[in-house]
């Protein structure tokens, strides 16, 4: 009887979960599908991949399967005292048999001799259907309040020959309060359905938000650009500010600088579990593009009088630059 490392077959480590293990089996026997993959030698594969996978996914069977050890592949295996005793009847015979037909009978904790009757459907050909992801843009509103999307999605469905067919399927899916652009939001059961009575797979909506006129959003924090003219800037001011659910006052401290975030917070976009997010104002400088000729004689006084200098720090980088030369 020759050794298989089921663990290697399914491209998982031998302290998987059961859950590990369901995943790696779903998407393999996807993979080598006979119906579906052109691989050669995909058939066999495929067989390969649900043997190991009728072990390791029952925990009766997987106990018994590792107390066998880790050996080569390939390698003639005999299970050792111990296990015979414990795993199998009195008077059982280990010759003419593979690993396959060792566990393939195993019932109550112990196995029976001799290979599996012929027919029927093989075990491990019960198939998931696919998983299907879709890309669902969203606006920022919708994102803020949650919406409901139609769908109108095309899936792998058996016909009533087996052949794999593309078959439109309709779909509402309801988009919670406070999903963001980035998200990946799963629909359990809404994936394309399985084959040989397996289940269905799984629906994923990639959440992708729309740009807006006015805001911008990272996550749940959502920035908006703040025009201030100049004397707002440096006087300070209160002024009114949209946010994603209606406008609100927002105090400008004296002094602010371009570029400058005021927070408003929890006035981003909510989260499904936890605070909302922050909503950030970037103070912009703006300035008149006509302005009039009272205007132009005030900002003229203002400059004559004013000693700020606002590239002053050129001078000083420079100084600093002559005395390391």
Same mark, same amino acid.
């Given at each position: ?12 480590? /031998?302290?998987?979960?059961?859950e ?45 399967? =590792? ?14 005292p ?11 015979? +280990? ?11 195993? /019932? *109550? *904790?112990?196995?029976?001799g ?11 050909m ?5 998983d299907?992801?879709? $890309? ?5 509103e ?6 409901s ?9 058996? =016909? ?10 309709? +779909? ?22 399985g ?25 749940h ?21 949209? $946010?994603?659910?209606?406008?609100v ?14 927070r408003?917070?929890?006035r ?5 579990? *936890?605070?909302?997010? =922050? ?9 008149p ?37």
């Open positions: 009887m020759k050794y298989k490392d089921y663990y290697a077959i399914l491209g998982v480590s /031998r302290t998987a979960t059961a590990e293990i369901q995943k790696a089996y779903r998407k393999l026997a996807r993979q080598y599908h006979p119906d579906i993959s052109k691989e050669p030698g995909a058939e066999e594969k495929f067989k390969e991949v649900g043997e190991a996978h009728d072990t390791l996914a029952d925990a009766a069977k997987r106990a018994a399967y =590792d107390r066998l050890g880790e050996q080569r592949p390939g390698e003639e295996v005999r299970p050792p111990e296990w015979r005793e414990e795993y199998t009847d009195s008077g059982f015979n +280990f010759d003419d048999i593979d690993l396959a037909d060792l566990f393939a009978g195993l /019932r *109550g *904790g112990r196995p029976f001799g290979r599996p009757a012929s027919g029927g459907r093989p075990q491990g019960a198939i998931p259907g696919q299907v992801e879709v $890309t669902v843009p969203i606006s920022l919708d994102a803020y309040h949650g919406t999307v139609n769908l109108d999605l095309s899936m792998l469905q058996p =016909d009533e020959h087996g052949v794999l067919r593309r078959v439109p399927h309709a +779909f509402t899916a309801r988009i919670p309060k406070g999903a963001s652009g980035g998200d990946r939001l799963r629909v359990p059961g809404k994936g394309g359905p084959m040989y009575g397996g289940p269905h797979g799984d629906l994923f909506l990639n959440i992708e938000l729309q740009p807006h006129a006015l805001f911008r959003v990272d996550g924090d959502v920035y908006l650009d703040l025009p201030l003219a100049p004397w707002e800037a440096v006087l300070g001011t209160s002024v009114e500010v949209p $946010t994603p659910d209606g406008a006052q927002l105090k400008v401290p004296p002094g602010t600088q371009a570029g400058q975030n005021l408003l917070a929890k981003g976009l909510p989260r499904p579990r *936890g605070e909302a997010g =922050d909503l950030l104002a970037v103070a912009r400088i703006a300035v593009a006509k302005p009039s000729e009272r205007e132009l004689a005030l900002y003229k006084q203002l400059g004559d009088e004013s000693k700020f200098n606002p590239r002053a720090h050129y001078a000083r980088e420079v100084k600093r630059e002559s005395r390391t030369h």
